[in-house]
């Protein structure tokens, strides 16, 4: 048995397989804020996350031009 995969990823919110295209930009904010700020996961920690898919932001003070922070 031989298994092939071939990934095109030219775009970082969009990528196309030999079985279709996985396509995440409707996810991604544009105006340099988180789509998902200030989450806390629920195994506690007292840390925040902020996320935001295929674009960068920014949360001033540490985190300038990123994918995600905590």
């Known amino acids: 048995v031989i ?3 071939f990934i095109i ?3 970082p ?3 196309q397989t030999d079985k279709g ?3 995440i930009s409707s996810l991604a ?3 340099n804020k988180a789509q998902y700020p200030d989450k ?3 195994s ?4 925040k996350y902020s996320y935001n898919p295929c674009k960068p932001f920014t949360e001033l ?3 300038q031009g990123v994918a995600a922070c905590q």
């Open 9 to 11: 990823a030219d775009d």
């Open 29 to 31: 904010r544009t105006d």
């Open 44 to 47: 506690g920690g007292g840390y």
């Open 3 to 5: 298994l092939s995969s």
């Open 13 to 15: 919110c969009r990528y």
């Open 61 to 63: 003070p540490s985190c």
């Open 21 to 23: 295209v996985i396509d």
């Open 40 to 42: 806390m996961p629920a």
